[in-house]
């Protein structure tokens, strides 16, 4: 049995890169192209053109209506979608295999043929400063992982969110939209993944015919500046109307091609996957956390640059704050003191692997393991080393991991501080 | 482009079954893709079965079955589960409980074994359902920052006064403090054990290794009490009511407005399904989503669904607008709605919908747990395994005039009850003249 699908590669005289990974359990398809294009590419001042952008996808070409592509692929049995990352942005069609070339059709047709009009740009501004709105300033915690961050970063484009300042949404142009087109959105920036029912040789060929024609374009002039080392713990308030308070906390981590990646995963998951875990027992159980959980995302979601692993507890109503956050650094300092015993580090390890098997189970994470390794990474094939790698970590590797990248020196701290109506409103509106 | 889809022939995974000399029913599903087995017990009595002011029991009740059993304690039966990489989970919803164990099928016995330790030797220790009850107060505290679920939970509560449908199932601030173990104990004697009970395994496990293993271990006495078997009747109040959260401090309005629908068996459920996929279920192939959204630009998402229960569950249109376009928003839903009435679909909406819910059927039969959870609620709804397989044919011949028909039988506009979370004395005003307002806190 093999758990990850074998790829086939091929590559268009034009740049664009094919993947497609051959499956019979079902007559489906799951057809979807990536770009090098995330919130990692913009400049400050135009934050969230990537995913407004993104949205502005589906307004049209010159043979397609506005939203006329989403229900075109709906009522050929299809479902759709798309979304935006500091590091990519992918689009996807899971559809019955017989229509697979509808899809590629039509992917084609809005790489080249886009639609921009002031028209359709503004109901879909206020649509994603609504969506804005939902995600992070309404939600309870959004806004404090936008400060932690805007906070961890100094200089790297992680340091804004992937959906954008209100302010940059508010006074982006037709003309930037036109701009980030022309440059991100180009064959030799994307990687075209096919995954399911269907031969490898069609789809190079269907994709040929509708891609082959379109023109590369120079690559875009790269303005990401590197983050310097943190050589101090950072830290913030924020103040707002909240039942609880909680700290999110950021450790800088390496980018995906790191290898210690593997066991910072399997640290995360002895801290906090499950009721045997390390913050579920000292910190949930009693009561003391409403939740306590240590994050690092997982494959093929790991930051392309040097990225964050997360620390966060939400303190229960009869808790300090400073005590719940006293106590989880209390419990890291333990990892970095005295490595897993073996139960706890075989543990952590079936669970890694276990979930990461679940996770393969649809066509559509297949293709995104492919896609977004060739797009993060730079290599679809390093998806088979995951597995490989969960197997080989030991207790020293952990606790490697842990001395390396858990030092207080590597921390930034953001504090949620419960506030009444009034010395809410007083502070004026959260944006 | 809009043909109708012709796809290459989608078979159901093949569903062995077995019916156990004690009276359990066991399903047996081989997928032998990945090395995964994913184990399902379900009880057919839910949080509609609650006593009165006991809002949570069985919810909780079914929770502590994790909690530590006759051999284990809650510490040591966590570090099993998370010891084979399997997650552990047991709640209940509406008209069901469900114990699930999903992990490895290098795993499958002890997993078996487990699962059956779990079910059948609870121990219920109290200092567990104490701290349990804790855990439940403080996220129920946290909660009441989270917009959309205050919206969720206040809409269902307001809609189904007075039915076994009217509390969430995670239990209430007033109701969680006042339970105390011995009720969670008693109501697992009484009701966990309910005739109709089914055990479900699916995965890389062969149909002959499940039905051995459950025959020689399940004991035959599995089988409890019988259920306490409840037809509540669902009054739907006429009139527009307006019922508003008041949170000042939100920029964004979450608005739900509905009626009581109909039960997932109703002989009417599928013309209605392909109608309100046309307008409200259909992403943007929907009338909702095209008006308020692309139109208007008043929201990022808008949705029209009708939930899936044994008996009649809510339908409800589910959106978020900013403070200012809260009021316009609602009216130009009602709006759509009335003309939707009059109009109907059109020929090219019923054949695109029946298109899209037939041709994306096979993708709801990916995963292991998707799989189980449509044969869950096959069974639990009372609409038979064949229903899984003959769907396709029965959306494809849904005809338009059975969808006005069941637009106008069971879409009510003038029944609606509407609750808003936001900032209420900004546009209460303006919802005066729809009907009654109420503002709570």
């Known amino acids: 049995m093999t758990a990850i699908l074998e790829f086939s590669d091929y590559q268009l005289a034009n740049g664009l890169r094919v993947l497609v990974g051959e499956s019979r359990s079902l007559p489906v398809v799951s057809y979807q192209v990536h770009f090098a294009a995330g919130s990692r590419y913009e400049k400050p001042g135009i934050t969230g053109i990537t995913h407004l952008f993104e949205h502005m996808m589906f307004k049209g070409t010159e043979k397609v209506g506005p939203e006329e592509f989403s229900r075109v692929i709906q009522a050929n049995g299809g479902t759709l979608n798309a979304f935006t990352t500091t590091d990519n942005t992918s689009y996807y069609e899971n559809l019955p295999a017989g229509r697979f070339e509808l899809a590629v059709q039509l992917e084609a047709d809005r790489l080249e043929n886009l639609r921009l009009t002031q028209e359709t740009l503004e109901p879909e501004r206020e649509v994603v400063r609504s969506e804005r709105k939902l995600r992070s300033v309404n939600s309870p915690f959004g806004v404090l992982v936008e400060q932690l961050f805007a906070l961890a970063y100094e200089q790297h484009s992680y340091r804004w969110p992937v959906i954008g300042w209100d302010q940059d949404l508010k006074n982006l142009t037709l003309e930037d939209c036109r701009e980030y087109y022309r440059v991100h959105y180009a064959p030799n920036n994307a990687v075209v993944v096919v995954v399911g029912d269907i031969e490898a040789e069609k789809v190079f060929r269907t994709v040929e015919k509708y891609y082959g024609h379109i023109p590369p374009q120079p690559p875009p002039r790269l303005t990401i500046t590197p983050e310097r080392p943190q050589r101090g713990e950072k830290r913030a308030v924020f103040k707002k109307v909240s039942q609880v308070g909680a700290f999110f906390a950021a450790f800088h981590i390496p980018g995906i091609t790191h290898p210690d990646l593997f066991p910072l995963q399997v640290l995360c998951h002895a801290l906090s996957l499950g009721r045997s875990s390390r913050f579920f027992e000292k910190l949930e159980k009693p009561g003391k956390a409403v939740e306590a959980q240590a994050e690092m995302g997982h494959p093929p979601f790991f930051f392309m640059d040097p990225g964050i692993l997360q620390i966060y507890g939400i303190a229960s109503p009869t808790i300090a704050l400073e005590t719940l956050e006293g106590e989880v650094w209390e419990t890291i300092e333990t990892l970095r003191q005295e490595p897993l015993a073996d139960e706890e580090l075989s543990k952590a390890k079936k669970q890694t692997r276990s979930l990461f098997l679940q996770s393969l189970q649809t066509l559509f994470f297949q293709g995104l393991l492919a896609g977004m390794y060739q797009v993060r990474a730079g290599d679809f094939r390093l998806a088979k080393t995951i597995l490989p790698s969960y197997e080989s970590i030991t207790a020293d590797d952990v606790l490697r991991v842990a001395r390396k990248y858990l030092r207080p020196e590597n921390r930034t701290v953001v504090l949620l501080q419960p506030v009444s109506q009034a010395e809410h409103e007083d502070l004026g509106e959260i944006e | ?441």
């Open chain 2, 1 to 441: 482009m809009n043909s109708r889809v012709k796809t290459k022939s989608f078979t159901l995974p093949k569903i062995f079954s077995a019916l156990l000399q004690g009276g359990l029913k066991v399903y047996s599903i081989p997928k032998p893709e990945l090395p995964l087995v994913s184990i399902h017990l379900v009880l057919p009595r839910g949080a509609e079965a609650d006593p009165p002011g006991k809002a949570g029991l069985a919810d909780l009740t079914a929770e502590m079955l994790t909690l530590g059993t006759q051999k284990r304690s809650a510490s040591r039966l966590a570090a099993e589960v998370d010891g084979l990489g399997a997650t552990l989970s047991a709640q209940s919803g509406w008209d069901s409980t469900s114990l699930h164990l999903f992990g490895l099928s290098e795993d499958f016995e002890r997993l078996m074994s487990l699962l059956l330790e779990i079910y059948t030797q609870p121990a219920f220790p109290p200092e567990e359902f104490e701290q349990l009850k804790q855990r439940r107060i403080a996220n129920l505290v946290q909660e009441k920052d989270e917009s959309e679920i205050i919206a969720d939970e206040r809409f269902q509560e307001i809609l189904f006064q007075g039915t076994p449908y009217d509390h969430p199932a995670y239990g209430t601030l007033k109701t969680i403090p006042q339970l105390v173990g011995d009720e969670a104990k008693e109501f697992y004697q009484r009701g966990f054990l309910p005739e109709g009970s089914f055990l479900l395994m699916i995965g890389d496990v062969e149909e002959e290794a499940c039905f051995r293993w459950v025959e020689a271990h399940f004991p035959g006495g599995v089988r409890g009490k019988e259920a306490v078997s409840k037809t509540p009747s669902f009054y739907s109040p006429s009139g527009v009511k307006t019922v508003m959260i008041d949170r000042p401090d939100l920029t964004q309005s979450q608005i739900r407005l509905g009626h009581i629908g109909m039960p997932h068996g109703h002989p009417d459920f599928l013309p209605f399904e392909v109608m309100n996929f046309v307008l409200g279920a259909g992403g943007f192939s929907s009338r909702l989503m095209t008006k308020i959204r692309v139109e208007r630009g008043y929201t990022y998402g808008i949705r029209g669904s009708l939930a899936l229960r044994k008996n009649p569950g809510p339908y409800s249109i589910s959106t978020f607008t900013p403070t200012a376009t809260t009021f316009p928003c609602v009216r130009e839903i009602f709006s759509l709605i009335q003309s939707f009435l009059v109009q109907g679909a059109t020929e090219r909406e019923r054949e695109e919908a029946i298109n899209f819910l037939t041709g994306s059927y096979p993708l709801k039969f990916e995963s292991l747990p998707q799989i189980a959870q449509r044969i869950i609620q096959a069974e639990v709804h009372g609409l038979g395994l064949e229903s899984l397989a003959d769907y396709p044919e029965r959306i494809a011949a849904v005809t338009l005039e059975e969808m006005a028909l069941s637009a106008r039988k069971h879409l009510h506009p003038e029944r609606m009850l509407i609750v808003i979370v936001g900032r209420s004395e900004k546009f209460r005003g303006e919802f005066e003249p729809l009907g009654p307002v109420a503002i709570r806190e």
